[in-house]
């Protein structure tokens, strides 16, 4: 089992007691799903997520049904796990589908390639994940106190393929995932149990997890040392193939951007450099590295459980030391790590001599038909018409595969034909924008995010018009609260929500994501934002140097030089805690 130091219940946090007591994620699942409630408990919801699902419920009428005397409007988020977003023909449109018949009719990508379905309710859950694992998906371990959904780099250029990034993320995910059957149990109805599953008590046996799996979620990402377009540092456990000897990948262990506005002692972190190791002995540096969690993580305080915390504690020495114990490996010393860029994979793309690859900019993530273009319907008749498979980016874009070179003209006759913005047509910060959903589905969400984005970044454009400086090309992320689910603190502007009317402004990022960005004004309010940013761009305008990109003049010039250009928070009292 885990040979985890036990803990008293007096300094578990209630989730660590939901989780010892779930009978290997089962609780009371079944019985809650035919009882004729539109909701799951508040235990369950807990277990739901390594499940794959979220409670919800829909927060534009949250008000209005209070007023009148009504329940809640309840719903669930479901979620993909899609190691490396790589989704073949049938499985993408088998996606499609359900979207359709059981979500809003969107696709949601998400910064870790997997996909969300939207505005499911609690009677069509069990329906959607049969559906789901019919094309060989699932949604086990999307969310919870796991492993997640393994992140890699999409590209589909042929130096990068000759890696196997998408082989080994798909290693990676199957070794980690829960070994208890109450996934297969409960939404199969027992079919595809393994052996080993169906073994211990009651099949929940963890050999890895344990009873009480994790303190928290683990993140694990991969991709090469010549593109960070995953933010692999901002992953639990970062992994980096060595593109000049492919057989070694370098290891870097503690990152995480969750963060809380009312607790100074949580903070987004980068991965630090921990070793470099051959191939064939990755596995044990990674069951040592979740099994050091799993035994030292913290397990009373859940804002202070990421695997971040205990390498800020420990240091990487003594961590190397420990995973040493564990694996008996003699490992070297990683001393520095940056990569050189981070790509979008947007445009074309040569996959060999016949065939190519082309990445369609989705704006936020969301697949679906707007007045801004008929995504859902372009993507999946020219998946359908051409056989092509599909690579979803940690950018929330698309990339169609396996295109006939033939077919060129076709692809893009038919994206202008429903509306579809080529990658060309866009202005620099529109290209690289994107947000996390937030309202009106998200939990968490203290404002708004994916539907307040086009609007800013329209006064934005508006503004680099009018000093006519709109080709200037900087990247811009945004989320609903300070979770940093799309991973803000690595944006050139990050703008994270404080509050239903503000945000708070983050500079100073590179855009290749080995450096966060800085607080330079908190409790900005909505209508102000362009205007804080204004004298920035200004100042980055009249004094970069030849070449130099918006977060690294940021960086040079200093936050602290910056600062005096931002106005004041709405109130005093954020002004006091953030020291500005």
């Given at each position: ?304 459980a990421r695997f971040k915390y205990l390498v800020e504690e420990w240091g990487v020495d003594r961590l190397r030391g420990e995973v040493e114990k564990r694996t008996g490996l003699q490992l ?70 396996q295109i006939p070179v033939i077919a060129r003209s076709e692809i893009i006759a038919t994206l202008k034909s429903f509306g579809i913005k080529l990658v060309e047509e866009y202005t620099g ?96 309010a909505t209508e102000g934002l362009v205007d804080a940013l204004e004298p920035i761009v200004l100042l980055y305008a009249a004094h970069a140097h030849d070449g130099e990109e918006f977060g ?29």
């Amino acid at each position: 089992m885990t040979g985890r130091t036990s803990q008293s219940e007096t300094t578990e946090s209630k989730v660590e007691l939901i989780k010892q007591s779930s009978n290997g994620l089962r609780g009371t699942i079944v019985e809650e799903l035919s009882n004729g409630l539109p909701n799951f408990s508040g235990e369950s919801e807990q277990l739901l997520k390594f499940h794959g699902i979220y409670n919800q419920d829909n927060r534009d009428t949250r008000a209005d049904r209070k007023r009148a005397g009504l329940d809640i409007e309840h719903i669930c988020m479901i979620r993909l796990a899609i190691p490396g977003g790589r989704l073949l023909p049938e499985q993408y449109l088998a996606a499609d589908k359900l979207a359709e018949a059981f979500g809003n009719r969107t696709l949601r990508v998400t910064t870790r390639q997997g996909i969300q379905f939207h505005f499911v309710t609690k009677q069509n859950v069990k329906a959607l994940i049969r559906k789901v694992n019919e094309v060989l998906l699932s949604t086990y371990a999307g969310c919870g106190d796991v492993v997640r959904n393994v992140t890699a780099c999409p590209s589909p250029a042929p130096e990068i393929e000759l890696l196997k990034l998408g082989e080994l993320a798909n290693q990676i995910s199957k070794r980690y995932k829960p070994a208890s059957a109450a996934y297969y149990e409960i939404w199969l109805d027992g079919e595809n149990i393994t052996a080993s599953q169906a073994t211990g008590s009651g099949g929940q046996d963890e050999p890895l997890y344990g009873a009480s799996y994790l303190p928290r979620k683990f993140k694990i990402g991969l991709t090469t040392t010549l593109d960070n377009c995953i933010d692999v540092l901002s992953c639990d456990l970062a992994l980096a193939i060595d593109e000049r000897d492919p057989d070694m990948i370098h290891v870097l262990v503690g990152g995480g951007l969750g963060r809380s506005h009312s607790d100074d002692t949580t903070m987004p972190l980068l991965a630090k450099p921990l070793t470099s190791v051959p191939r064939e002995k990755l596995f044990q540096i990674i069951d040592a590295v979740i099994s050091i969690q799993r035994d030292h993580g913290n397990r009373a305080d859940r804002s202070h459980a990421r695997f971040k915390y205990l390498v800020e504690e420990w240091g990487v020495d003594r961590l190397r030391g420990e995973v040493e114990k564990r694996t008996g490996l003699q490992l070297q010393k990683l001393h520095h790590m940056e990569f050189p860029n981070s790509c979008d994979h947007l445009g074309w793309i040569e996959q060999s001599e016949n065939r190519l690859a082309y990445g369609i900019k989705v704006p936020s993530g969301r697949i679906a038909d707007t007045a801004g273009g008929a995504y859902r319907t372009a993507i999946r008749e020219l998946v359908a018409k051409f056989n092509l498979s599909v690579r979803f980016t940690a950018k929330e874009d698309v990339i169609l595969t396996q295109i006939p070179v033939i077919a060129r003209s076709e692809i893009i006759a038919t994206l202008k034909s429903f509306g579809i913005k080529l990658v060309e047509e866009y202005t620099g910060i529109s290209r690289s924008a994107f947000a996390c959903p937030a309202l009106p589905t998200c939990g968490l969400a203290l404002t708004e995010s994916e539907r307040f984005l086009p609007t800013f970044l329209e006064s934005f454009n508006q503004l680099l018009d009018g000093l006519t400086l709109s080709h200037l090309d900087i990247e811009i992320r945004m989320t609903g609260c300070p979770n940093g689910c799309a991973r803000p603190y690595l944006g050139e502007i990050g703008l994270v929500g404080r509050s239903k009317r503000s945000y708070d402004i983050y500079l100073c990022a590179d855009r290749a994501g080995n450096r966060l960005g800085k607080i330079y004004a908190a409790d900005v309010a909505t209508e102000g934002l362009v205007d804080a940013l204004e004298p920035i761009v200004l100042l980055y305008a009249a004094h970069a140097h030849d070449g130099e990109e918006f977060g690294d003049f940021c960086h040079r010039w200093g936050i602290d030089n910056l600062k005096p250009f931002a106005p004041e928070p709405r109130r005093r009292n954020i002004a006091v805690a953030q020291g500005v």
